[in-house]
């Protein structure tokens, strides 16, 4: 008889708090993520419970911040949620993670950058700087979406920079010549993915978008 390797399934689970500014795409996203896993292998939970989160983090590979906002965590559950990305877990961020937990120094350090403010939104034009990545590689070197672009404050000059928003093909950009719109970083052994793409409830019926959202996650979880 022969032993064949067990290899545990991928899990992954997708928090969606919000204490501020709730986004109607959360729960299209949260199915569309679910989808994903499915056709990816991949165990995907979602909760906006943090300390059922918080409780059971130890059991994922990855946490997806779905379009959280505000202050989402006590200060037990801050420590213990650092402890787990800084101890090797992943995390992606989309969209409005970066407006979250504004006043946790750590956080927006991890997350890359926090929310400053937004126009209307639009059509922009995206320039791929990193082709190489997975949540970029199946993409065209510029790429049209209509989203809500994020300018950005304290953007951590740390962060691997993947893809970045041209100012000039839309109204109300602010970061200039140099607007980054996805980013990855490692913190320490764990390993983080953001993109501001992802406030339209069509985002998360977007082939592009949906190939974008499983390279992030391949990636943090690699």
């Known amino acids: 008889m022969y032993c064949t390797a067990f290899v545990a399934q991928t899990k992954i689970v997708v928090f969606s708090k919000t204490s501020s500014f709730r986004h109607k795409s959360i729960e299209v996203g949260v199915k569309s993520i679910k989808r994903l896993g499915e056709q990816n292998n991949i165990l ?10 918080i409780k059971n983090i130890h ?11 505000g202050n989402i965590f006590n200060d037990e559950e801050k420590e213990q949620f650092k402890n787990y990305i800084e101890k090797g877990g992943g995390f992606v961020g989309i969209h409005s993670a ?20 937004h ?14 990545h997975p949540a970029t590689s199946f993409l065209n070197k510029t790429w049209v979406k209509f989203d809500e672009w994020y300018n950005f404050k304290n ?9 970045t928003l041209d100012e000039t093909t839309y109204t109300g950009g602010l970061n200039g ?5 996805s980013w990855c970083q490692k913190v320490k052994k764990g390993k983080m993915f953001y993109t501001g793409l992802g ?7 977007d082939d ?7 390279g992030g996650i391949q990636y943090v979880i690699d």
């Open 44 to 53: 995907v939970h979602a909760t906006e419970n943090s300390n059922e989160l």
């Open 59 to 69: 059991k994922y590979d990855a946490v997806v911040f779905l379009n959280t906002t």
């Open 98 to 117: 970066t407006d979250t937990e504004h006043n946790w120094s750590w956080y927006g350090n991890m997350v890359g950058a926090y929310f400053l403010k």
């Open 119 to 132: 126009p209307k939104k639009q059509n922009a034009t995206i320039h791929v700087k990193n082709c190489k």
């Open 155 to 163: 953007i951590n000059p740390n962060i691997n920079v993947l893809l």
């Open 177 to 181: 010549e140099f607007h980054p719109i």
């Open 199 to 205: 406030h339209t409830i069509d985002s998360y019926s």
């Open 208 to 214: 592009l978008f949906l190939k974008h959202i499983l």
